[in-house]
């Protein structure tokens, strides 16, 4: 049975590819979204992709995925350190949702160390620039046992 997949971008994240290039890299969003399609192609795997600005309409992406996805990659931009509805939004899908970083948040800011999703999410992935959305993807796989070893 195929297994779908929402990859789902927060604020800001539009902007990857002229934002803070140093920090994030030079991919674009939808480069990066390509770069997930295709590694995921060789599997029976089905990936959704939405980015949004806006915590509600996160929100309600993450509601939506309960009617038809069976895991979230996640990157909530800085709504990871400030929000406790998108935490009880994860918790509300009982989905497997892994949280993804471009960046290692923990060694920026302070307050950046903190995440209010981490807790409820299968795991957080973080630091290695958009390979961080393609470890994210093998660890899903790894759990529905589509990936090995
Ligand atoms: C980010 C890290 C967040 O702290 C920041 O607010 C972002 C991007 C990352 O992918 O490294 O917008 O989620």
Redesign the pocket.
């Known amino acids: 049975m195929t297994k779908h997949i929402l990859l789902l971008h927060?604020?800001?994240?539009n902007l990857l590819g002229t934002r803070q290039p140093e920090?994030?890299g030079g991919m674009t969003l939808p480069e990066i979204n390509s770069a997930a399609e295709r590694h995921i192609a060789r599997h029976d795997v089905a990936l959704r992709t939405a980015q949004s600005n806006h915590e509600g309409e996160l929100i309600d992406l993450l509601h939506d995925a309960r009617g038809w996805a069976h895991g979230v990659v996640f990157?909530?931009?800085?709504y990871?350190?400030t929000s406790i509805a998108l935490r009880d939004a994860i918790v509300a899908i009982e989905l497997p949702v892994i949280e993804?970083?471009?960046?290692n948040?923990h060694g920026?800011e302070s307050f950046?160390h903190k995440s209010m999703l981490a807790g409820v999410c299968l795991g957080q992935i973080?630091g290695f620039g958009w390979h961080?959305y393609l470890l994210a993807l093998d660890a899903l796989l790894r759990r529905w046992e589509l990936l090995r070893d």
């Open positions: 927060g604020p800001n994240l920090l994030y990157n909530p931009g800085a990871t350190h993804v970083h471009i960046s948040v920026r950046r973080a961080s």
